[in-house]
């Protein structure tokens, strides 16, 4: 069963998930919505976080949350208001994004020359898009665990594959099980 109103995205089986990112994508091309997407791969988050000039998780999301809202603008879609569940200290981000579009009209096509921006904990649970984001980002998430294709073909003469990976976040049960099945001995953990 599709649970129509839900305050945590993460509670729901994947198979709802998928049905309510089919109904999203059906309002998208009916026009009725718009979203854009920015993944940073596992790849990318290594390299930032293995630099000299290191660069953590949070500053990398704020990074992309300025990112995404850029090449929207740029497609000409006046923005007037966001809603972003935080990545760190609320007012802090939402200060940052703040000082990041001040007076946008200057750089983009826009009507309005602010852009209001509502950052919160637990964001999915006060605003219905930010819930249907976190649908979006969940599923695309689930969706790249899905069809991960491991550069290391094999482990202990076994296939690496993300069979029982679980969706990926550190407190998931499945999660700690493979890494510590395919964990390397050699690395010093």
């Known amino acids: 069963m599709i649970h129509e109103t839900f305050d945590d995205s993460k509670q729901l089986k994947e198979e709802d998930r998928e049905e309510i990112y089919k109904r999203i994508n059906d309002c998208k091309e009916l026009g009725y ?12 988050i290594s390299e930032l976080m ?28 006046n923005v007037t208001r966001v809603f972003v569940d935080t990545v760190g200290p609320p007012e802090k981000f ?4 703040a000082d990041q579009f001040k007076d946008q009209s200057k750089h983009f096509f826009c009507l309005t020359k602010e852009i209001h921006f509502f950052v919160r904990k637990k964001a999915d649970s ?5 819930s249907a984001a976190s649908i979006v ?12 294709i ?19 976040y550190p407190s998931d049960p499945k999660t700690k099980a493979w890494l510590r099945q395919h964990l390397s001995t050699s690395c010093g953990l």
């Open 150 to 168: 491991f550069r290391e073909k094999q482990r202990n003469g076994k296939p690496v594959t993300t069979d029982g990976i679980g969706c990926g």
């Open 137 to 148: 980002a969940k599923v695309t998430r689930d969706r790249s665990i899905k069809n991960w």
């Open 50 to 77: 293995s630099r000299d000039d290191r660069v953590n998780l949070n500053k990398m999301s704020h990074e992309t949350v300025v990112r995404l809202i850029r090449e929207i603008l740029e497609q000409g879609i």
């Open 126 to 130: 006060l605003f219905k898009c930010v």
């Open 94 to 97: 939402q200060n940052y994004l």
């Open 33 to 44: 919505l718009y979203y854009q997407k920015g993944v940073i791969s596992a790849l990318e």
